[in-house]
């Protein structure tokens, strides 16, 4: 049997020199499938909103929404490190909210940790998650909760300003507790630098290679989506294109009268009419 990852085992990688991989799960079966190419981390991103319940963001995302897929994910890969996502709005308000949001992604979804979005402003927040006993992943950069007030989904960082407050960020969250940060959209200079700064490790996503490890969207990585495709997600495989293709060989099939034939048929009584007396 697999042996389930730590918080510590996952810090320990970034001092040992060994990448992380962390990947999006949503639903048992893709989690089940992750688990066993050996993805270190999965994370039930609130991304989850518009790959796979179609919402035009992921401000719509609710906890109970998390929470149902983040239990399908646990079902799925038992014995995997799952990291449920704090979604808008779910520890914003209070800390005595985000820590009873935070303990359900570990009560009731079995998670290992969570992740939230945000820099110096949620670090308070933090170190009462971590009091609370509920391991915190921070997620600095383009955080897509409050993309408007960013200007959009867009590069971070770029200017010294910003990147001196990511800097600043940074080393704020590892200072209240997070285990690990994620890096989103952001210069791969910058990336360098905020993992040299800090000890925990860094998850990059268009973050560049200096990074401690890197996450993408499972969906992304697959190739499920043709219409748009961020620049710095890389597709290992095409799998829209087929998926339509199989799809519509169904379709004609079903409509032809070819499938099922025989060989996808069950066999019964050659006499079965006159044995059911019609």
Do not use: W
């Not at 399908?72 to 909210?97: E, I, K």
């Not at 998670?111 to 170190?127: H, N, P, Q, S």
């Not at 989904?153 to 690990?180: N, T």
Request: hydrophobic share 40%; aromatic share 6%.
């Amino acid at each position: 049997m697999q042996k389930r990852n730590t918080v510590a085992g996952i810090m320990a990688m970034k001092k040992a020199g060994e990448k992380i991989t962390m990947l999006t799960a949503y639903d048992a079966a893709m989690a089940a499938m992750l688990a066993a190419s050996d993805v270190d981390m999965l994370l039930v991103g609130d991304s989850l909103g518009m790959v796979v319940l179609g919402y035009d963001s992921t401000v719509s995302v609710t906890m109970d929404e998390m929470i149902h897929h983040a239990s399908a994910v646990r079902r799925g890969a038992p014995a995997a490190f799952v990291v449920g996502d704090m979604p808008f709005g779910s520890y914003q308000s209070s800390r005595r909210d985000a820590i009873l949001n935070g303990g359900r992604f570990l009560k009731e979804a079995g998670c290992d940790a969570i992740k939230l979005e945000g820099g110096r402003e949620v670090c308070g927040t933090v170190t009462a998650l971590v009091r609370a006993g509920i391991s915190v992943m921070g997620h600095i950069g383009l955080t897509p909760q409050t993309a408007t007030q960013l200007g959009g989904y867009k590069v971070q960082g770029r200017d010294i300003e910003s990147a001196r407050k990511m800097v600043e960020d940074a080393l704020a969250l590892e200072k209240a507790g997070a285990f690990a940060l994620v890096l989103e959209c952001i210069p791969d200079e910058l990336g360098r630098i905020i993992t040299e700064e800090i000890s925990i490790p860094t998850i990059g996503i268009g973050a560049g290679v200096h990074c401690d490890g890197q996450v993408l969207v499972t969906h992304d990585l697959l190739g499920m989506f043709d219409k748009f495709i961020p620049s710095f997600v890389k597709s290992y495989c095409k799998l829209a294109p087929a998926i339509k293709e199989a799809v519509g060989e169904y379709n004609e099939e079903v409509r032809s009268g070819s499938y099922p034939d025989k060989e996808h048929s069950f066999s019964s009584e050659s006499n079965l009419r006159k044995l059911l007396g019609l």
